[in-house]
């Protein structure tokens, strides 16, 4: 099955639950902060599915409650329900979805500063509280991807650069070994020749190690070139979704493109696009 | 006038007792790097250390006490149960309070620990049993000598100094709890449990500070009151070295230690070159405290933010 056929099939057609499912999702924070509403969305086992947005629209929202950090900002599910291979896990911590097998890499390369390279893969041996295992055939995978990381071990992750960072942030990820990664900006801030490396590196590791991505960015272009699937979101809804190739065919988002990739005043755009049709 | 032998005399033993210092030091800047909780019982965690060998190893309180080593070696495994103990009763209710309010339990703390030893024991001197006072003297290089039992402290606090630093350096556990102390949410999503590492960094902290205080009282053959205000002094070594640094507070310690031996020889009672007054030995640090905050408010290797354009 080639990516698109599987995307256009749909969670319908496949015989096991999505990965992921939300229904109906509304995400509160403190109590009374709505953050997102209504939102609903599914993503297929193997798949890349893109979150696409304006800065604010809720994109790093929805992956915290699914990785369940969100938690530790006194975000709540307070409507709908988000389930992870057909098991409820509304609600859930951060410490039950590692267990299930996803890593969340945080929104700004949040490296350990002063911890070595090393030390910071270290970091991913941790499952449950515990180290889960440790030999070199650990690290091997974060060097098969990397290469360059090998050649700064003992430097201090808060003296690399912003690519090396991000190189580390995802190594360490992947040395967790998980079976859904949530990737929140990892474009942000990096040369376009960097970010190009990083989205390559990203599908090989998708292909290669068959592991199910979320990726929340704001460049919309390079995102949804590797994804198979694409969710739009502003004001904390889901304005689109599609399969990414017809995602790019689409008016509104050829639309987008037209300007500079990442400016927001464009998403605006889409929603005043969407009014237009409505009404001709 | 100053006369190159004693001169050693008192950097050895100043040294020395930094060296006693730097485990307290070190349990506070563990505590606060990792909980952000500024621990202002460490000076009577240290006591309870301290008397904890009166207590087993003398007939103060019990009528047949342990022999003087095998309650040396239960008190220091008494520290590591006291660490247990105090994080599961006390410190772990107060996870994801503000840390306002777990100050204030520390300070609660200190007032029952000290008033609970002043019960049992009285606001006196109690000495060690004599087999771990020793009172002979070892000889060091150029004529400089150092008392036994103070060398054996200084010694044992070394090892678990370095014990310290190598598990921070080289162990997994050490790396995480490193980087829980950096980014607890980064660390989280990579399945380091928050509570795990807090209620280790508590026993490690606690268990430390009490090894100290055995071995502060040790190398002046007994446990004293005086060890409440190491809680103070090892402030201005922790300030120093930058309150979230662990090296940092280990130098930290050892300039304090210094600066309390140089103060009380050579600027207090006989032996001053210029008598300032009797306590200034303990006052040094402490004015030292107050320079290093209006000089250099983060301290030596305070946490500098890496700053990336
Ligand atoms: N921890 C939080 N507490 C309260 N409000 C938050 C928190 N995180 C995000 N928000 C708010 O939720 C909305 C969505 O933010 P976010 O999910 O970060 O958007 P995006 O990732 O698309 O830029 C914004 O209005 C933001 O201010
Ligand atoms: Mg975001």
């Known amino acids: 099955m080639t990516t698109s056929e599987r995307a256009s099939t749909g969670g319908s057609a496949s015989q096991q639950p999505p990965v992921v499912e939300l229904d109906n999702v509304e995400i509160v924070y403190d109590r009374h902060f709505l953050a997102v509403q209504g939102v609903s969305m599914e993503v297929q086992e193997s798949d890349i599915v893109a979150l696409l947005g304006p800065n604010g629209a809720g994109k790093s929202t929805v992956l915290k409650m699914i990785s369940g950090i969100g938690r530790s900002e006194r975000g709540e599910v307070t409507r709908g329900s988000v389930s992870y291979k057909g098991e409820d896990v509304t609600n859930y911590g951060a410490n039950e979805m590692v267990d299930r097998g996803i890593t969340h890499i945080l929104e700004g390369r949040r490296v350990f500063e002063d911890l070595t390279v090393e030390e910071n893969l270290r970091c991913g041996l941790y499952r449950d509280g515990r180290r889960f295992r440790f030999d070199v055939e650990d690290y091997r995978i974060a060097f098969e991807y990397f290469p360059q990381l090998e050649e700064i071990l003992d430097l201090k992750a808060g003296y690399a650069s912003g690519g090396q960072q991000q190189m580390l942030v995802v190594a360490r990820a992947l040395i967790h070994r998980p079976e859904l990664l949530l990737l929140d900006e990892p474009s942000l801030g990096l040369a376009p020749k960097l970010v190009r490396d990083i989205f390559e590196t990203l599908v090989e590791i998708n292909r290669e190690e068959d592991i199910t991505m979320i990726i929340a960015d704001q460049n919309a272009k390079r995102t949804l070139e590797i994804a198979d699937y694409g969710y739009v979101m502003e004001n904390g809804q889901v304005e689109l979704h599609d399969p990414a190739a017809e995602l790019m065919e689409r008016e509104e988002i050829k639309e987008f493109y037209l300007g500079t990739s990442g400016d927001e005043s464009r998403y605006r755009d889409i929603r005043h696009y969407k009014i237009r049709k409505r009404w001709t | 006038m100053v ?44 006591m309870i250390g301290a008397y904890g060998v009166v207590f ?65 024991f009285g606001r006196n001197f109690r000495a060690y049993p004599p087999e771990l006072t020793f009172g002979s003297r070892i000889d060091l290089v150029a004529g400089a000598t150092i008392q036994t039992a103070f060398a054996i402290a200084v010694l044992l606090a070394l090892v678990v100094v370095a014990a310290l630093m190598l598990f921070f350096r080289y162990t997994v556990t050490g790396s995480i709890l490193r980087a829980a102390a950096t980014d607890e949410q980064a660390a989280m999503v990579l399945g380091v449990s928050i509570e795990r590492t807090i209620a280790l960094a508590w026993t490690i902290s606690i268990a430390i500070t009490a090894i ?33 640094s662990i090296p940092g507070a280990f130098i930290g310690a050892i300039v304090v230690g210094l600066l309390q031996e140089y103060g009380s020889f050579y600027f207090e009672g006989g032996t001053a070159i210029v008598d300032v007054g009797p306590g200034f030995g303990e006052i040094l640090p402490l004015l030292f405290l107050l320079v290093v905050i209006v000089v250099k408010p983060y301290g030596l290797f305070g946490t500098e933010r890496i700053e990336r354009l």
């Open chain 2, 3 to 46: 006369d190159v032998t004693t001169f050693l005399d008192i950097t050895v033993s100043g040294i020395g007792l930094g060296a006693l210092y730097a485990l307290i030091a070190m349990g506070f800047a563990l505590i606060y790097k990792v909980t952000g909780v500024l621990n202002f019982a460490q000076g009577q965690i240290a």
């Open chain 2, 56 to 120: 087993l190893g003398t007939g103060a309180v019990l009528s047949s006490p342990l022999p003087a080593f095998a309650a040396l070696a239960a008190t220091i495994a008494l520290g590591i149960v006291l660490g247990i103990a105090l994080e599961r009763i006390v410190f772990r209710q107060f996870i994801g309070e503000p840390v306002l309010s777990v100050i204030i339990v520390t300070l609660a703390l200190g007032g029952i620990f000290s008033g609970f030893i002043a019960f049992l």
């Open chain 2, 212 to 244: 100290g205080g055995i071995l502060l009282a040790m190398s002046s053959d007994g446990a004293g009151f005086s060890i409440e205000a190491t809680g103070i002094i090892i402030f201005a070594a922790v300030v120093f070295g930058g309150l979230d």
